[in-house]
């Protein structure tokens, strides 16, 4: 029979393959999802599209599929990369996986001046964004960088990328009212990059406006929390520009 369930493996893909799954992945198919050899799920590598695979045998120990037909092509989300700096565990990890589902091409943790978390695991976050896309249906993974901080992060900044950081400075500023600017997002290629829990430092945000290919933001007339931003960024960005459109 047909399964809902999806799995992210190692690619390419190709019709006829037998793909091996490791211990955690012939785990979740056997003892959580409770299916068997002979049941079918789908799979996909983030660059091949998704494909029809048949479970030949799945146990505590592992197990392998055969690759059928391919089902859906690849599809990759729009050139938009999310810059943020870390907070707490469980709200980082919140931003990376909704920014999956929301279509981010690209995942950058950054550390500034008031960021409050200046470590990370990038291989857990790299974890969260697979199980992500899992969960939403898409063909597509984005990477997680390893995180710099933002003076390196503009030092190298592409010059043919717009950088829209989310100034919470203007949500307070009676010059800025958003009016004449309908639709200040520019397109693909961008970054949206989000500040930490205590907004930029004043040195930090001068240099953001200072930088040739940045552009200040406001989001309202309420400062958001930093995870409620990112998420209201990638939003307002994709209905503007991205494949919402």
Partial sequence: MDSKVRLHITGPLYGGQQAVLSKDQAHYLSGVMRLSPGDT???FDGASGAWRATIDAASKRGGTLTLGDRVAPQRDPPDIWLCFAPIKKARTDFIVEKATELGAARICPVTTRYTNSERIRRDRLQAHAVEAAEQCGGTFVPPVDEIVTLAKLLDHWPDDRAL?????????DPDWSGEGESNPWPPAPAAILIGPEGGFAPAER???RAHPQAMAVGLG????RADTAAVAALTVWQTTQGDWT
């Fill in 41 to 43: 799920i789908t799979v």
């Fill in 164 to 172: 829209i950081f989310c100034d919470e400075a203007l949500s307070d």
């Fill in 206 to 208: 001068d240099r953001l």
């Fill in 221 to 224: 007339p309420r400062i958001l």
